[in-house]
């Protein structure tokens, strides 16, 4: 077995260590350093619970790691304790008006669903992009018919449906809801897209909680005029909204991924969280 090289004097380590910290399990990406997934999972993964693998592209050679990468990281898994959660492709669509698009998404990410078996990722997050006009209902009820067709095809590879968490994006979760539920996926709570669009955490938190597997955050920056940039550093989060991040924290026990794309980043989100959660004179799990 070909021992890897060790990335660990080239880059920052995350400030703390959160290994069975909190009650859920805390994560980050795999693109915190500017490097390929290996050396981003050797370095973080001493001191996370779990990795969040980005598989966005699918159309380059390369978009899928190899079998040789796979195996390594499921070495690494065993090694360091660390568990992974898979961000699959979102250059493709399930819900694409054009059935052969439809057909050719559910092939895509099906094969990367089984490449990435063997890591045993505790979810997959999976987007249903809507392209079409926000006021027409049958706009609505095309894409929904659309999107049932395309997940349909994608379990027929054999994805497991429970592990399928359709994230929310920019559009109301209330026309994926139905897909959701008819299809018993899981859900995948990107609390900085929902912040975004002015959705109330808790209230959404109440109504999917049985099936929300994977938490994405992320602070989430407002300027002046009241655009919104997302995927920064958790302590630029508002704090009314971080005290209701704070509360549903405190119930959840999946997986948390901090998404952010940087050690800049991730050093204040990890800090931030932690001094909170002390603050809050929550316990850590023993």
């Given at each position: 077995m070909t021992s890897l090289p060790d990335p660990s004097g080239a880059y920052p380590p995350p400030p703390l260590s959160v290994k069975?910290?909190?009650?859920?399990?805390?994560?980050?990406?795999?693109?915190?350093y500017p490097d390929d997934y290996l050396p981003n999972v050797q370095v973080l993964g001493p001191h996370l619970d779990e990795i969040e693998l980005l598989l966005f592209e699918?159309?380059?050679?390369?978009?899928?790691?190899?079998?040789?990468?796979?195996?390594?990281?499921?070495?690494?898994?065993?090694e360091m304790d660390?568990?992974?959660?898979?961000?699959?492709?979102?250059?493709?669509?399930?819900a694409a008006e054009d059935p052969d698009e439809r057909a050719r998404a559910s092939a895509v990410l099906g094969r990367f669903v089984s490449a990435t078996a063997p890591l045993s990722p505790s979810a997959y997050a999976l987007h249903?992009?809507?392209?079409?006009?926000?006021?027409?209902?049958?706009?609505?009820?095309?894409?929904?018919?659309?999107?049932?067709?395309?997940?349909?095809?994608?379990?027929?590879?054999?994805?497991?449906?429970?592990?399928?968490?359709?994230?929310?994006?920019?559009?109301?979760f209330a026309w994926a809801a139905p897909l959701v539920e008819a299809f018993d996926l899981s859900v995948c709570m990107?609390?900085?897209?929902?912040?975004?669009?002015?959705?109330?955490?808790a209230a959404f938190f109440k109504r999917f909680?049985?099936?929300?597997?994977?938490?994405?955050?992320?602070?989430?920056?407002?300027?002046?005029?009241g655009a919104g940039r997302d995927h920064v550093?958790?302590?630029?989060?508002?704090?009314?909204?971080?005290?209701?991040?704070?509360?549903?924290?405190?119930?959840?026990?999946?997986?948390?991924?901090?998404e952010v794309f940087s050690h800049r980043h991730l050093a204040p989100s990890m800090k931030h969280l932690d001094a909170a959660w002390t603050a809050a004179g929550r316990k850590y799990t023993p």
């Open positions: 069975g910290r909190y009650p859920f399990r805390l994560g980050t990406t795999s693109f915190i699918s159309r380059r050679a390369d978009s899928l790691p190899s079998g040789a990468t796979i195996d390594a990281l499921a070495r690494l898994s065993a660390v568990g992974y959660n898979i961000h699959l492709p979102t250059d493709v669509s399930l249903l992009p809507f392209d079409g006009g926000a006021t027409d209902p049958d706009g609505i009820g095309r894409w929904q018919a659309a999107a049932a067709q395309g997940i349909g095809r994608l379990l027929e590879t054999g994805a497991p449906r429970n592990l399928l968490a359709v994230e929310t994006l920019d559009y109301p990107d609390i900085g897209h929902l912040i975004l669009y002015g959705v109330d955490l909680r049985r099936r929300i597997r994977l938490i994405h955050l992320h602070g989430v920056r407002f300027t002046r005029d550093g958790l302590e630029e989060m508002p704090p009314e909204h971080f005290a209701a991040v704070m509360a549903i924290l405190k119930d959840f026990d999946g997986v948390v991924s901090l």
